[in-house]
């Protein structure tokens, strides 16, 4: 089994609705919590670090990643950027090096 992990750097998924682009976000994360293969980590950058609060509507399905082990790393700048950093509900806070690092050290990093 290959190690992957999702780097996820906007809250919504696609460019053209933004509203049907959330909502398959929220799908996403949902599913992913059923599936039987998941990542090891899923990094939250930019926008993706909003994904975090607890008002996200997959907020359940990350937390139900989150104890199964799953490593949900955001972005300390990105944090400090939006002033969200003290309301995230999930994941931990890392920086840069750490954040490439989980790239590095993964077979396969996915993007959306």
Do not use: W
Request: proline content about 4%; hydrophobic content about 45%; aromatic content about 8%.
């Amino acid at each position: 089994m290959s190690n992957f992990v999702y780097f996820i750097s906007t809250d919504k998924i696609g460019h053209q609705d933004p509203d049907l682009g959330q909502v398959l976000m929220r799908d996403f994360f949902r599913k992913l919590a059923e599936a039987s293969l998941k990542p090891t980590h899923i990094l939250f950058m930019e926008r993706g670090v909003k994904l975090l609060l607890p008002e996200f509507e997959a907020h359940d399905a990350l937390k139900r990643l989150h104890e199964e082990g799953i490593k949900l790393l955001a972005c300390k700048t990105c944090l400090e950027f939006y002033d969200i950093g003290q309301r995230i509900a999930l994941g931990e806070v890392t920086d840069m090096p750490l954040l490439i690092k989980a790239m590095h050290d993964a077979d396969r990093v996915i993007s959306l």
